[in-house]
């Protein structure tokens, strides 16, 4: 399967925000905001499926900080996919976006 563009919404918490959001803003194709409780992170990655994309983000934030959590809603072709670190949480289809709104 060649590479998309899979759109990325998700929260980054971790014990050294100061040094993973420099490897956020690598990664990712968007922006990068600070919150109370981490960092809110909006963009897109060029990948074949979620499924890796999520696993090479968050290794690449736990190699700077291993005390790293990522919550993460990948869309891709229609279906949105939601992970807690590794794990898939759940998948379900997405509505289409109203260009005109």
């Given at each position: 399967?060649?590479?998309?563009?899979?759109?990325?919404?998700?929260?980054?918490?971790?014990?050294?925000?100061?040094?993973?959001?420099p490897?956020?803003?690598?990664?990712?194709?968007?922006?990068?905001?600070?919150?109370?409780?981490?960092?809110?992170?909006?963009?897109w990655?060029?990948?074949?499926?979620?499924?890796?994309?999520?696993?090479?983000?968050?290794?690449?934030?736990?190699?700077?900080?291993?005390?790293?959590?990522?919550?993460?809603?990948?869309?891709?072709?229609?279906v949105?996919?939601?992970?807690?670190?590794?794990v898939?949480?759940?998948?379900r289809?997405?509505?289409?976006?109203?260009?005109?709104?």
């Amino acid at each position: 399967m060649p590479d998309q563009r899979v759109r990325l919404v998700a929260e980054v918490s971790s014990d050294r925000l100061e040094a993973v959001r420099p490897v956020l803003e690598q990664l990712i194709q968007g922006t990068v905001s600070a919150t109370p409780s981490g960092l809110h992170v909006e963009g897109w990655m060029l990948g074949a499926e979620p499924r890796e994309l999520n696993r090479q983000l968050l290794s690449a934030l736990r190699r700077v900080e291993r005390k790293t959590r990522l919550r993460a809603e990948w869309d891709s072709g229609g279906v949105a996919h939601r992970f807690f670190d590794y794990v898939l949480k759940s998948s379900r289809p997405t509505l289409p976006t109203d260009p005109t709104i």
